[in-house]
């Protein structure tokens, strides 16, 4: 078992699975415990490579990488740990599969798919290139692919900071060579035009179903890389747009100077040839280059092995004794195992999902001039020739076995993968062939043997030895069930129960959003158990972009008519404004854009509608005031506005403070007048002010502190009696039922008759 599953890191983030295998970090599946068990993704450095400068200083450069990066199409980090013992990265888990084995699935992909996955790439990447991050390692195995098409570029293990232009010898490895551009494989400096390169590489792999260059070694795929022009995509798929084609090469050219410049440039070319797919930019391969390299197109499909390329089946040697005679001076020899019902090109990027380090086979050095490829090549003549010398002394020990030994016993031969009834007739003579058992077999057509006892090179007696074989009877299938029109989770669970694996594709159609158009293989038609079906499910029509349109200061009624019937989902929200009652006050998606030119947008999207409710905002404003000295007891303060109480507050004993605030709500411009009650229930107006409840001013017209004195004041500390508003006199201030001309009562009454 391995030594993290069920470990915490940092007593946090606990261990569960290991998902991913790399040449030089490990990937689990974990929880976040701190999170609501968040699933995460862990990047572990393999602990051989804990006391390597040059791997630790490279898994560090990752972390620092993403930790700028934050973007829908880039996988994001949430914490990385470092210390002497383990070194590792918490990053977003992702539930997916790669580009790599989406395009195997598909073999060659329809452009407007590609176009769709290249943009995301892209964008993705010119988000890292603002942030002075080239990648270095793009590839399929290094863009995950979720079922809603969305993509998610990951690895950035050899990233390099613009910025950092001077190379050490720790800087080796620099991506798989199927996709490295002429400068990386020169060794030279890299910008993002190398990963624009890289971009345009897998483009035509998308679109064409092959890679662009190939050969038997690694070395001479870089050479490729550098000098050899690629064969234009459309002399192998002749349905690639013109217009899409010129943007692949263009994007692959060997100069940096003549590609594009930023990702950005390439991406506004993709948008101008996704607006007319006939589109025809002015751009021409230079001449002479197509004729430098041959080219030669992959199968549209898997091809039957024609009876000629089958090689001939195994034989033992001819007991007749003239036959014999014929063969003394001519070697029995083994024919090689049976070819595989299909034609597979070269692999020599066997990189998962994760192991963005493994460059023995794939990568190219950048200290190692490529004229030192001579050497290389040398190195392997001399080993193959030393080869060749071993097998021969090999043979001439077999062939003095085989003629000067007994003629009774041969060893057997290698039946696996050849027709048994064939093999029965053949070899009768030499051995009875029976069979032992039938097993389902994918990989070994039915009829075919699948294994055998004796094992190939195992002595027999020939006439004498009854062969057990294993045969295959092909592939074990299942008919696909019929999910048309069903809701893709309750489709994956009837495709899963019949055996079979899903793998989600969205696409635009006329059916309704989000359910089942049709399945590769159709419904109804056999799949083998454990092969992948793919699943188209519905996006809904085809939708184009728009300008949007400016409905402020139209009716919300009127607003949400004309935006639902250009495609967009309106959402309405009141806010209180002086504005007429559901007028249209903001729209969320401008109408113009920041430089004033009109917004084009799609309408596959919501609109957030404010419209106003007919009510002015309303505001909370204080009336603040200084007490006088020695004063004392409990003392309440109410605001009205209109006759009506629009704040309050209570003081326990208004000795202990020096101010006093009153908070205050209202709309636009009021009068406001301030009333003093003091423990008994005795009221006065103390205060009269106007409020600006917009521009939350206050001005004072009157505060009466004399007043408050005589409510408060210290009992035989003289106090100064105000005449009251509108004249008169009174005999007792804290009489509250006084009454008449100029008394409290008739003033209180004509301030709040007033207002």
């Keep these: 078992m391995d030594k993290y599953i069920g470990k915490k890191l940092d007593g946090r983030y606990e261990i569960t699975e290991l998902i991913g295998i790399g040449g030089m970090a490990d990937v689990y599946k974990a929880v976040d415990l701190m999170e609501d068990n968040k699933v995460v993704a862990v990047k572990i450095l393999k602990s051989e490579f804990a006391d390597n400068d040059d791997f630790v200083r490279r898994f560090r450069n990752e972390s620092k990488a993403i930790a700028v990066l934050s973007h829908p199409n ?66 399929p195995q290094n863009i995950m692919l979720f079922p809603d098409g969305t993509i998610k570029v990951m690895d950035f293990g050899i990233a390099r900071f613009a910025r950092e232009e001077g190379k050490t010898i720790s800087d080796k490895a620099i991506g798989s060579v ?39 070694t690694p070395v001479a795929v870089a050479v490729m890389h550098m000098q050899n022009a690629p064969r234009p995509p459309r002399q192998i798929n002749d349905t690639i747009p013109e217009g899409l084609e010129a943007i692949v090469l263009r994007a692959m ?95 020599y990027d066997e990189d998962d999902d994760y192991d963005e380090d493994d460059y023995e086979d794939d990568d190219f050095n950048e200290d190692t001039e490529v004229s030192k490829s001579s050497y290389f090549v040398v190195a392997l003549t001399a080993i193959a020739a030393a080869v060749i010398i071993i097998a021969v002394v090999f043979i001439t020990i077999v062939i003095l076995k085989n003629f000067g030994g007994s003629t009774d016993t041969e060893e057997m031969v290698n039946l696996v993968g050849y027709d048994y009834q064939e093999c029965k007739s053949t070899y009768a003579q030499y051995f009875d062939l ?154 969320s998606i401008p109408a113009l854009t920041e430089d004033g030119e009109s917004n084009v947008v799609s309408p596959d999207q919501t609109v957030v509608l404010t419209y106003s409710s007919g009510k002015l905002p309303t505001a909370e404003v204080s009336i603040t005031f200084a007490v006088p000295d020695n004063l004392k007891g409990k003392a309440i303060f109410n605001a009205y506005v209109n006759g009506n109480i629009a704040g309050t507050i209570s003081v326990d004993n208004i000795a202990y403070v020096s101010t006093i605030s009153v908070p205050v709500e209202g709309t636009d411009t009021q009068k406001v007048v301030l009333e003093a009650a003091d423990s008994k229930g005795d009221t006065n107006i103390i205060g009269e002010y106007t409020i600006d409840f917009t521009a939350q001013t206050v001005t004072e017209l009157k505060f009466d502190k004399d007043l408050l004195r005589q409510m408060f004041g210290v009992p035989g500390e003289t106090t100064t009696v105000t005449q009251p508003i509108g004249g008169g006199s009174f005999s007792d201030p804290y009489d509250p039922n006084l009454d008449g001309n100029g008394g409290y009562d008739d003033w209180w009454n004509s301030i709040i008759n007033a207002y």
């Excluded at 996709?179 to 064409?208: C, F, H, N, W």
């Excluded at 090179?457 to 009877?473: C, D, E, F, L, W």
């Excluded at 359910?515 to 809904?540: C, F, K, Q």
Aim: proline fraction near 6%; charged fraction near 30%; glycine fraction near 6%.
């Design 434 to 587: 029976v069979v032992d058992q039938e097993k389902y077999d994918s990989e070994i057509p039915q009829g075919c043997i699948i294994s055998h006892t004796p094992k190939a090179g195992t002595p027999i007696i020939v006439g004498n030895t009854q062969v057990k074989a294993v045969v295959s009877k092909g592939p074990q299938m299942v008919i696909v069930p019929n999910v048309y029109s069903l809701e893709p989770n309750t489709a994956t669970s009837m495709l899963k129960g019949a055996g079979l694996n899903v793998s989600i594709v969205m696409q635009n159609s006329d059916i309704d959003k989000n359910t089942v158009i049709e399945t590769d293989p159709p419904r109804n038609a056999e799949a083998e158990i454990g092969s992948t079906v793919l699943m188209y499910v519905s996006l809904g029509p085809e939708i184009y972009d728009v300008v949007m349109p400016n409905v402020v200061g139209t009716k919300k009624a009127e607003a949400v008519a004309t935006l639902e019937g250009m495609g967009f989902t309106v959402q309405l929200q009141a806010e209180d404004s002086a504005e007429e009652e559901d007028t249209v006050i903001s729209q």
């Design 74 to 139: 880039i996988v994001k980090i949430y914490d990385v740990g470092f210390s002497d013992k383990i070194q590792f990265i918490v990053m977003e888990y992702i539930d997916g599969i790669t580009l790599k084995e989406f395009m195997e699935q598909q073999g060659v992909l329809k452009w407007k798919d590609t176009v769709h996955f290249i943009i995301q790439i892209l964008r993705a990447l010119q988000h890292a290139h603002d942030r002075g991050i080239v990648h270095r390692d793009i590839k």
């Design 178 to 216: 199927h996709y490295i551009s002429p400068e990386q494989a020169r060794g030279d400096i890299t910008d993002e035009k190398s990963d624009i390169y890289s971009v345009g590489v897998m483009m035509y792999e998308m679109l064409t179903g092959v890679k662009p260059f190939d050969a038997d």
């Design 253 to 347: 050219q060997k100069d940096a100077s003549k590609r594009y410049q930023s990702a950005s440039e390439m991406i506004k070319d993709i948008e101008e040839f996704k607006r007319n797919p006939s589109i025809v930019f002015e751009y021409n391969l230079p001449a002479g280059e197509e004729e430098k390299t041959q080219y030669f197109r992959k199968p549209d499909a898997v091809q039957a092995v024609t009876e000629e390329e089958i090689p001939a089946g195994p034989r033992f040697k001819d007991p007749e004794p003239e036959k014999k005679a014929q063969k003394k001076e001519v070697r029995k020899t083994k024919t090689a195992k049976p070819q595989k019902q299909k034609i597979q090109e070269p692999e």
